[in-house]
C-alpha cells in the first residue's frame, strides 16, 4: 500500500496519483533483489574483501566445476559430447571404402558424396564396358586396370579424408 | 571367389593354389593387388611416385607378355605373369596416379575464373 503524504489515504502498489486528492504519490521502493545486482551505489562496502580492501564491484570467478569459456569453441554440454566429438575420421576408413567400392569412401568425406557417387558409377560403367569387350579380346586388357582403379580410388579417398582432417592427417599424393 | 570373379578370369591353371584350394586370385592378378599395396605403402613412407620413364618402361612389361603370349600362342609361365602383374601394380597404379592428378589439376584450372 502507498500512503499519500497529503491527506493520509491508502493507495494501490504501482499508482502515481493518489485517488483521493489527486497529490503525486512517492515511487514504491524496488524490491530487494532488484536493489541488490542494479544500485551498486547502495552496495554494502566491501572492506572485509580481502582481495578488495577499497570497496567496490570485485568480478568473482566462476565455480572450479564450470568449463573455460573460449570464444569461438562450440561449447557443447557435457552430456551431449561423445568421446569421437570433432575428432575427424581416420583416412583408412575411406580409404578401405573405396578399395572394395571405388568412390564410395568419399561417402564419410564432407562435401564430396557426390564425387564418389560419380566415381562409382564412373567404374561400374568401366567395368561394363569391358565386360562386353571381352568378347573381342580387348576387354582383358581393361580389366587389368581394374585393381589399379581401386587402389588409386583408395588413395584418393585417403587424401580427401586427410585434407578435411584440419591438419591431424596429411595426404599422401593428392595434396 | 565371388569377390575375385570381379577381376579375375580364375582359370585354375593360372591360379595359386593353398592346401588343395584355389586361391580368388589367379597368379597375374595377384601380382597386380600386391604391387599395387606396395606401391599405396611406398607412398605412405615417401611420399612421391616413382620417375615417369622408369614407370612407363616397366609397366608396358605386361602388355608385352600379354601380346607375346598372344602371338605365339604359348602358355606362358607363371612366375613370369606373377613379377610382369606385381611390375604392373607398381608402375601403372604410379601412372594412373600421375594421370589422374594431372587431370584433376586440368580441371579445377579451367573451373577457376581468370583474374581481369
Known sequence: MATCASCGT????????????????????????????????????AAADPYNPAGGYTPQPP??????????????????????????????????????FPGLGLLFVPNKAGLGIGIFAATIGYAIVATILTFVVVGICLFIAMPIINIVAAIHSWDEAAKNSNGQFQPIYFK | MWAGGWWCHQLPARSPHLWGAQLPLCWRCAGILLGSVALFGWLLWKKRVPPLR???????????????????????????????GALW????????LRFVKHAAGRLSASNTPART
Open chain 1, 10 to 45: 491508502n493507495n494501490v502498489d504501482g499508482t502515481k496519483f493518489c485517488v483521493s486528492c489527486g497529490a503525486t504519490l512517492a515511487p514504491a521502493p524496488a524490491p530487494e533483489s532488484w536493489r541488490v545486482s542494479g544500485d551498486l551505489n547502495n552496495q554494502p562496502p
Open chain 1, 63 to 100: 565455480p572450479p566445476n564450470y568449463p573455460a569459456y573460449n570464444a569461438g569453441q562450440n561449447m557443447t554440454p557435457g552430456y551431449q559430447q561423445t568421446p569421437s566429438a570433432n575428432q575427424p575420421m581416420h583416412p583408412i576408413v575411406p580409404a578401405l571404402v573405396s578399395f572394395f
Open chain 2, 54 to 84: 622408369m614407370s612407363l618402361a616397366l609397366a608396358l612389361l605386361l602388355p608385352l607378355d600379354v601380346l607375346h603370349a598372344v602371338v605365339t600362342g604359348g602358355q606362358g609361365d607363371n612366375a613370369r605373369r606373377l613379377l610382369t
Open chain 2, 89 to 96: 601394380g607398381i608402375f601403372g597404379t604410379s601412372l594412373c
